[in-house]
């Protein structure tokens, strides 16, 4: 996407400048002609940002940062600790200074204002440009960091870092990403969620390949533990933009064959807990689902020992039939839900007064009472938060649509994620007349958004979570081509690609 010039504008023969043949790009040395670009690039209008709109966290200050270095754009996020204690994503945010040579300010603890004026693309960063170099490796800040919500933070850079001099363009080399910190963390996506739900979903809806592999399991449960992920990038072609692959699933198209509840071929499970927790919560879950979800075949992908009591992960994963739309351009599409819970014993069941009762004890000190107890709070509640979400209608679970927001505006032509929960007062933009809405929308369609309601973007705004509302405001500040429509439901990307260095 071409950017805006800072350049003041010349009209008829008042603003004739004079320069010589030093300045002109035409008549440079290519060491002085790279310099001029970068001294272009820096003195770009600074994009001021305030830290407390929306969701005003952690989230604001990685998207804004992730498409700032994509497309070279200086910002300036003020009250950067916003609505909550903090951002968390210096290791992030330093490595992409690093790879856009970038000027950063406001990274200490404590500061309040955090400016990122990057000045390198990711087809002219010195560290994607050799063959030897396409490796990332990154140490969160602690083990209670995220390497998810680092790779998220660093994943739009990666994905366009396709210019590299050594291999055919039209196969971009891969690129391998290790981060160490946190896997499992509280108030952030899993690795599970990330293989199972988020990248599966990137993959089926634009066409981005990454391959991943859990190496050490991390935890800020019980005692600190550090873990690693292993990722490969495959990037997109230097001039490429992303493009939908599956207008179909992504519409209420992709709904079932009746029409009517959405049809599930499965629910994968996913337990990460104490030895002696698995029968009694792998048993819950079936009865909790089987009660929730007749004849839905029950799948247990993954029963691990997490070593600890205060360590307890569940995730569900519902995933609907294949739409066999006619060999439509959804076809074979599958949409995916996700509900997960990271919790602990109680301390109460580690004690010997819950051992002796056996209503309260863990798996390590106490009877089964206490286990099968937890066993069934833990699966009473997530099955059932998995079943009201998919029952909002939707093509994607609440924590997916946020996610997906910065893909649509990067990319070119429509998009749409729905989800069924919105406000019903006006049938023509949600509620119960969303369905047949998006059913009808063809986003094939050149003139698909005729009809459609343009949706302010000067605050978060749209369906969906506070998070969802704030990341369709900061790409539209930040891409200001974007378009959305009937409250955030459809987007217009801004279609950017890389140009050639």
């Given at each position: ?60 200050v990685r998207i804004a940062c992730a498409i700032a270095s994509v497309i070279t754009q200086p910002i300036r996020i003020t009250n950067v600790r916003g609505n909550r204690e903090g951002p968390r994503g210096g290791a992030s945010i330093e490595w992409l200074a690093r790879v856009t040579d970038a000027e950063v300010n406001g990274l200490s603890v404590g500061s309040t204002t955090l400016e990122f004026k ?380 890389v140009e050639k260095p």
């Amino acid at each position: 996407m071409a950017q805006p010039s800072s350049n003041p504008t010349c009209s008829g023969t008042a603003n004739i400048i004079l320069r010589s043949s030093a300045d002109d790009p035409e008549h440079m040395l290519p060491h002085q002609r790279k310099a001029a670009m970068k001294k272009s690039k820096a003195a770009r209008p600074i994009l001021e940002i305030d830290g407390r709109t929306g969701e005003g966290g952690g989230q604001l200050v990685r998207i804004a940062c992730a498409i700032a270095s994509v497309i070279t754009q200086p910002i300036r996020i003020t009250n950067v600790r916003g609505n909550r204690e903090g951002p968390r994503g210096g290791a992030s945010i330093e490595w992409l200074a690093r790879v856009t040579d970038a000027e950063v300010n406001g990274l200490s603890v404590g500061s309040t204002t955090l400016e990122f004026k990057p000045r390198e693309s990711p087809a002219t960063s010195k560290l994607f440009t050799g063959i030897h170099d396409r490796t990332v490796k990154i140490d969160a800040d602690s083990a209670a960091a995220s390497t998810l919500l680092i790779f998220q933070a660093i994943f739009p850079f990666l994905l366009f870092a396709g210019g590299n001099t050594n291999k055919r363009q039209d196969h971009p080399e891969h690129i391998d990403v290790e981060i160490s910190g946190g896997t499992n963390i509280s108030f952030s996506l899993s690795y599970e969620y990330l293989d199972q739900v988020l990248l599966p979903s990137l993959e089926q809806a634009f066409g981005i390949v990454v391959e991943r592999k859990l190496k050490t399991r991390g935890w800020n449960l019980g005692k600190m533990q550090r873990g690693t992920v292993a990722l490969r990038v495959h990037p997109i072609r230097v001039g490429d933009s992303l493009r939908l692959r599956n207008p179909t699933a992504c519409t209420m198209k992709g709904r079932n064959r009746q029409g009517e509840d959405f049809d599930l071929e499965a629910i994968d499970v996913s337990i990460v807990a104490p030895t002696d927790m698995h029968e009694s919560l792998s048993q819950a879950l079936v009865q909790n689902l089987g009660d929730l979800f007749p004849d839905v075949e029950v799948i247990f992908k993954l029963l691990e020992d997490s070593g600890a009591n205060s360590r307890i992960y569940v995730l569900l994963v519902a995933r609907s039939w294949p739409s066999d739309d006619e060999g439509g351009a959804g076809s074979g599409a599958v949409l995916r839900w996700g509900r997960d819970i990271l919790t602990s014993m109680p301390k109460a069941a580690n004690s010997k007064k819950g051992k002796n009762k056996g209503d309260n004890g863990s798996s390590s000190h106490a009877g089964t009472g206490g286990v099968a107890s937890m066993s069934e709070s833990v699966a009473t509640k997530v099955a059932r938060a998995l079943y009201d979400e998919v029952s909002t209608g939707g093509v994607v679970d609440e924590f997916l649509q946020d996610q997906l927001v910065a893909f649509q505006a990067l990319a070119s032509g429509l998009s749409a994620f729905p989800r069924g929960n919105s406000d019903p007062a006006d049938d023509n933009v949600s509620g119960p007349g969303m369905e047949e809405a998006m059913a009808a929308l063809d986003l094939t369609d050149e003139n698909a958004t005729q009809g459609l309601r343009k949706d302010k973007t000067t605050e978060p705004f749209g369906e969906g979570s506070l998070h969802a509302k704030t990341a369709r405001w900061m790409v539209s500040e930040l891409l200001p081509n974007v378009k959305f429509y009937n409250k955030g439901k459809v987007c217009e990307g801004a279609g950017f690609a890389v140009e050639k260095p």
